[in-house]
T-cell receptor
Framework: DAGVIQSPRHEVTEMGQEVTLRCKPI?????LFWYRQTMMRGLELLIY????????DSGMPEDRFSAKMPNASFSTLKIQPSEPRDSAVYFC???????????FGPGTRLTVL | KQEVTQIPAALSVPEGENLVLNCSFT??????LQWFRQDPGKGLTSLLL?????REQTSGRLNASLDKSSGRSTLYIAASQPGDSATYLC?????????FGDGTTLTVKP
């Protein structure tokens, strides 16, 4: 099993640009999570899906952030427009069901100039 | 709102020593508690998951315990090795939402 796959691994963009992060969960997993990690705030849950349906997006910081899961094998996190304070490492994780063991992807390091 | 605290923030030990990492949480109504390892610049690797009905889990030199009533979990590492050097994070899950501590950065010196 390839594990959780994220792309791109690194993204450098300018303020105001649209950024799209992608995630492929482990096959057979029904739950998917998006996290953000910064030195100041640690690891924060942004949004999670169960069976492709968003369950809780209360962690999404602003309306500039949106996430979709069109099918069981793909999810995107979009930031539009991006700002320098969005610079962070964004992780995707998946699990068989909610409240079971989570497996993390390698992360996308986003730098907004 | 769940709060997860890990103490100490950093720990340095000589190789071969046994050690304990601590994790505390404010809301005891958890589904599970999970311990992860994170190497610099890398993602999180799952180490152990303890369901709310369990008291401990073991994997090799690692043993994790859970005391829901006191809101505490510990990760015991036996016979530490330099390869154990990493940041260790705990996460509690309540109603599907996971809350992470800030981690303990462990350095094992040869």
């Amino acid at each position: 099993d390839a594990g959780v796959i994220q792309s791109p691994r690194h993204e450098v963009t300018e303020m105001g640009q649209e950024v799209t992060l992608r995630c492929k969960p482990i096959s057979g997993h029904n739950s998917l999570f998006w996290y953000r990690q910064t030195m100041m705030r640690g690891l924060e849950l942004l949004i999670y899906f169960n069976n492709n349906v968003p369950i809780d997006d209360s962690g999404m910081p602003e309306d500039r952030f949106s996430a979709k899961m069109p099918n069981a094998s793909f999810s995107t996190l979009k930031i539009q427009p991006s700002e320098p304070r969005d610079s962070a490492v964004y992780f995707c994780a998946s699990s068989f069901y909610l409240a079971t063991e989570q497996f993390f992807g390698p992360g996308t390091r986003l730098t907004v100039l | 709102k769940q709060e997860v605290t890990q103490i100490p923030a950093a720990l340095s030990v000589p190789e071969g020593e046994n050690l304990v990492l601590n994790c505390s949480f404010t809301d005891s109504a958890i589904y599970n508690l999970q311990w992860f390892r994170q190497d610099p610049g890398k993602g999180l690797t799952s180490l152990l998951l303890i369901q709310s009905s369990q008291r401990e889990q073991t994997s090799g030199r690692l043993n994790a315990s859970l005391d829901k009533s006191s809101g505490r979990s510990t990760l015991y590492i036996a016979a530490s090795q330099p390869g154990d050097s990493a940041t260790y994070l705990c996460s509690s899950t309540n109603a599907g939402k996971s809350t992470f501590g800030d981690g303990t950065t462990l350095t094992v010196k040869p």
